[in-house]
Protein backbone atom coordinates (compact mmCIF):
# COMPACT_ATOMS: atom_id res chain seq x y z
CA UNK A 1 0.00 0.00 0.00
CA UNK A 2 1.53 3.42 -0.80
CA UNK A 3 1.11 6.23 1.45
CA UNK A 4 -0.92 8.30 -0.94
CA UNK A 5 -3.58 4.64 -0.85
CA UNK A 6 -3.19 4.72 3.19
CA UNK A 7 -3.96 8.36 3.15
CA UNK A 8 -7.32 8.29 0.97
CA UNK A 9 -8.46 5.27 3.42
CA UNK A 10 -7.78 6.99 6.22
CA UNK A 11 -9.20 10.60 5.24
CA UNK A 12 -12.14 8.08 3.92
CA UNK A 13 -12.74 6.58 7.26
CA UNK A 14 -12.58 10.05 9.49
CA UNK A 15 -14.67 11.87 7.34
CA UNK A 16 -17.10 8.81 7.48
CA UNK A 17 -16.88 8.71 10.84
CA UNK A 18 -17.78 13.23 11.19
CA UNK A 19 -20.73 12.65 9.10
CA UNK A 20 -21.85 9.88 10.83
CA UNK A 21 -21.97 11.74 14.06
CA UNK A 22 -23.25 14.95 12.58
CA UNK A 23 -26.39 12.90 10.56
CA UNK A 24 -27.00 11.04 14.50
CA UNK A 25 -26.44 7.75 12.33
CA UNK A 26 -25.71 6.24 15.11
CA UNK A 27 -25.00 2.16 13.89
CA UNK A 28 -23.13 3.50 11.45
CA UNK A 29 -21.07 5.25 13.54
CA UNK A 30 -21.11 2.13 15.80
CA UNK A 31 -19.28 0.34 13.05
CA UNK A 32 -16.43 1.90 12.14
CA UNK A 33 -15.47 0.30 15.94
CA UNK A 34 -13.49 -2.99 17.15
CA UNK A 35 -15.23 -5.17 19.15
CA UNK A 36 -11.99 -4.45 21.53
CA UNK A 37 -11.81 -0.45 20.63
CA UNK A 38 -10.19 1.79 23.04
CA UNK A 39 -12.10 5.53 23.00
CA UNK A 40 -10.24 8.03 25.19
CA UNK A 41 -10.23 11.76 26.16
CA UNK A 42 -7.94 12.26 28.51
CA UNK A 43 -7.68 14.98 31.08
CA UNK A 44 -5.16 17.24 31.08
CA UNK A 45 -2.87 17.37 34.16
CA UNK A 46 -1.84 20.83 34.10
CA UNK A 47 -1.31 23.74 31.60
CA UNK A 48 1.02 21.31 28.98
CA UNK A 49 0.19 17.72 30.68
CA UNK A 50 -1.85 15.48 29.73
CA UNK A 51 -2.83 12.18 31.61
CA UNK A 52 -1.27 8.97 30.41
CA UNK A 53 -3.14 6.11 32.23
CA UNK A 54 -6.75 6.12 31.21
CA UNK A 55 -7.47 3.45 33.87
CA UNK A 56 -5.57 5.39 36.94
CA UNK A 57 -6.22 8.75 36.84
CA UNK A 58 -9.18 11.08 35.55
CA UNK A 59 -10.39 11.23 32.26
CA UNK A 60 -12.86 13.37 30.68
CA UNK A 61 -14.34 10.06 28.71
CA UNK A 62 -13.03 6.60 28.58
CA UNK A 63 -14.73 3.79 26.80
CA UNK A 64 -12.94 0.10 26.54
CA UNK A 65 -14.82 -2.16 24.22
CA UNK A 66 -17.82 -1.28 21.54
CA UNK A 67 -20.06 -2.68 23.68
CA UNK A 68 -19.11 0.39 26.43
CA UNK A 69 -20.27 2.86 23.14
CA UNK A 70 -23.06 1.01 22.17
CA UNK A 71 -24.56 1.46 25.87
CA UNK A 72 -23.66 4.93 25.79
CA UNK A 73 -25.41 5.78 22.12
CA UNK A 74 -28.71 3.45 23.41
CA UNK A 75 -28.25 6.08 26.77
CA UNK A 76 -28.31 8.87 24.31
CA UNK A 77 -31.14 7.50 21.91
CA UNK A 78 -33.32 6.46 24.86
CA UNK A 79 -33.75 10.48 25.84
CA UNK A 80 -32.20 8.91 29.30
CA UNK A 81 -29.14 11.01 28.92
CA UNK A 82 -30.62 14.26 30.24
CA UNK A 83 -27.56 16.39 29.04
CA UNK A 84 -28.54 15.02 25.56
CA UNK A 85 -32.23 16.53 25.24
CA UNK A 86 -32.44 18.14 22.99
CA UNK A 87 -29.35 16.68 21.03
CA UNK A 88 -27.77 19.67 19.55
CA UNK A 89 -26.79 20.03 16.09
CA UNK A 90 -23.23 19.60 15.04
CA UNK A 91 -20.50 20.13 12.45
CA UNK A 92 -17.45 18.21 12.51
CA UNK A 93 -14.26 19.33 10.35
CA UNK A 94 -11.44 17.23 10.31
CA UNK A 95 -8.77 18.26 8.91
CA UNK A 96 -4.28 17.96 8.32
CA UNK A 97 -4.92 13.89 8.52
CA UNK A 98 -1.57 12.61 8.10
CA UNK A 99 -0.45 8.77 8.36
CA UNK A 100 2.17 8.77 11.41
CA UNK A 101 2.84 4.69 10.49
CA UNK A 102 1.72 2.36 8.22
CA UNK A 103 1.88 -1.08 7.26
CA UNK A 104 -1.02 -3.56 5.40
CA UNK A 105 -2.46 -4.24 8.59
CA UNK A 106 -2.93 -0.95 10.94
CA UNK A 107 -2.41 2.79 10.71
CA UNK A 108 -1.43 4.80 13.00
CA UNK A 109 -3.26 8.40 12.20
CA UNK A 110 -2.99 11.76 12.95
CA UNK A 111 -5.76 14.58 12.63
CA UNK A 112 -6.64 17.99 13.76
CA UNK A 113 -10.83 18.35 14.47
CA UNK A 114 -12.95 21.41 15.00
CA UNK A 115 -16.58 20.58 16.03
CA UNK A 116 -19.40 23.61 15.95
CA UNK A 117 -22.33 22.55 17.89
CA UNK A 118 -26.21 24.54 18.64
CA UNK A 119 -28.38 23.90 21.48
CA UNK A 120 -31.05 25.95 23.12
CA UNK A 121 -29.64 28.73 20.97
CA UNK A 122 -26.15 28.96 21.80
CA UNK A 123 -23.07 27.70 19.86
CA UNK A 124 -20.30 26.28 20.97
CA UNK A 125 -16.66 25.04 19.76
CA UNK A 126 -14.41 22.65 20.55
CA UNK A 127 -10.87 21.81 18.89
CA UNK A 128 -8.52 19.67 19.29
CA UNK A 129 -6.10 16.59 17.70
CA UNK A 130 -7.37 12.89 17.31
CA UNK A 131 -4.53 9.59 17.36
CA UNK A 132 -6.38 6.92 15.83
CA UNK A 133 -5.06 3.65 15.45
CA UNK A 134 -6.93 1.81 12.30
CA UNK A 135 -7.06 -2.04 11.66
CA UNK A 136 -8.06 -3.98 8.54
CA UNK A 137 -11.00 -5.81 8.96
CA UNK A 138 -11.49 -8.36 5.88
CA UNK A 139 -12.49 -5.36 3.61
CA UNK A 140 -12.34 -2.40 5.11
CA UNK A 141 -10.61 -0.68 7.58
CA UNK A 142 -11.88 -0.11 11.82
CA UNK A 143 -11.02 1.99 14.52
CA UNK A 144 -9.20 0.00 16.80
CA UNK A 145 -8.23 3.11 19.66
CA UNK A 146 -9.17 6.87 19.14
CA UNK A 147 -7.47 9.33 21.67
CA UNK A 148 -8.72 12.68 21.14
CA UNK A 149 -6.95 16.02 22.76
CA UNK A 150 -9.14 18.47 23.27
CA UNK A 151 -7.52 21.48 23.94
CA UNK A 152 -9.86 23.97 25.32
CA UNK A 153 -11.48 21.79 28.08
CA UNK A 154 -13.01 24.88 30.02
CA UNK A 155 -16.48 24.11 28.50
CA UNK A 156 -19.42 25.78 29.73
CA UNK A 157 -22.06 22.23 29.02
CA UNK A 158 -21.39 18.36 29.38
CA UNK A 159 -19.02 16.86 27.23
CA UNK A 160 -20.20 13.39 25.19
CA UNK A 161 -19.62 11.54 21.65
CA UNK A 162 -20.82 14.05 19.49
CA UNK A 163 -18.88 16.71 21.12
CA UNK A 164 -15.74 15.76 19.69
Not at 24 to 52: H, K, M, Q, S
Not at 85 to 105: C, E, G, K
Not at 110 to 117: D, E, K, S
Request: charged share 30%; hydrophobic share 45%; net charge negative.
Amino acid sequence: MTVESALDQARELLFAEAASLDERRWNDWLGLFTPECEYWIPAWRDELTLVTEPTREISLLYFKGRARLEERVARITAGLSAASVPLPRTTHMVTNVRIAQRDDARLEVRANWQVMACRFAQVSTLFGSYEYSIVRDTDRWRIDRKKIVLMNDVIDTVLDIYHV
